[in-house]
């Protein structure tokens, strides 16, 4: 074999174990996929989190930008609450880093959170890489509303 077909082989081999070690690096937190009880479905559709308390609106089904989003959860009433609001960088964090609990059924990898930089952009979950991005306000994203415990 020559000397650039073998120098090419160890590369792709190398290449292949660096990205299974990459795949199987991201498949290890995902606390509310490992606990399926963790999250419980009232008939109301809220989304109660028993390792947490809060309490998660079903997914609206549609994306929509930050401002939108904001207004969405703000304006919210579900279950007799009114006091819904988009949740933080941290408490997305929290629901999964290597995919969402299924209870969730959210039809977008991402999530956008409350928190923004400045009236341009904004921090957006995504789910799957287990990272957050910022975002520009008038892209689209999902929409997760939550309420806290009292």
């Not at 290449?15 to 795949?23: A, E, P, T």
């Not at 819904?84 to 209870?103: F, I, S």
Request: include cysteine.
């Amino acid at each position: 074999m020559g000397r650039v077909a073998e120098s090419y082989f160890r590369i792709k081999w190398l290449g292949s174990s660096i990205l299974l070690i990459i795949l199987l690096a991201g498949c290890g937190d995902q606390p509310g996929i490992e606990n399926p009880d963790r999250f419980q479905i009232n008939p109301d559709g809220i989304i109660l989190d028993t390792r947490t308390g809060r309490q998660w609106a079903p997914d609206p089904g549609q994306r929509m930008t930050w401002y939108q989003a904001g207004e969405y959860a703000g304006t919210l009433k579900l279950g007799d609450f009114s006091d819904w609001r988009l949740p933080t960088r941290a408490e997305l964090k929290q629901l999964g880093t290597g995919g969402l609990n299924p209870a969730f059924k959210l039809s977008g990898c991402c999530a956008w959170s409350s928190e923004s930089d400045d009236s341009s952009s904004a921090w957006e979950f995504h789910f799957g890489e287990g990272r957050d991005y910022w975002l520009f306000t008038n892209r689209h994203a999902q929409a997760l509303a939550v309420r806290s415990p009292k």
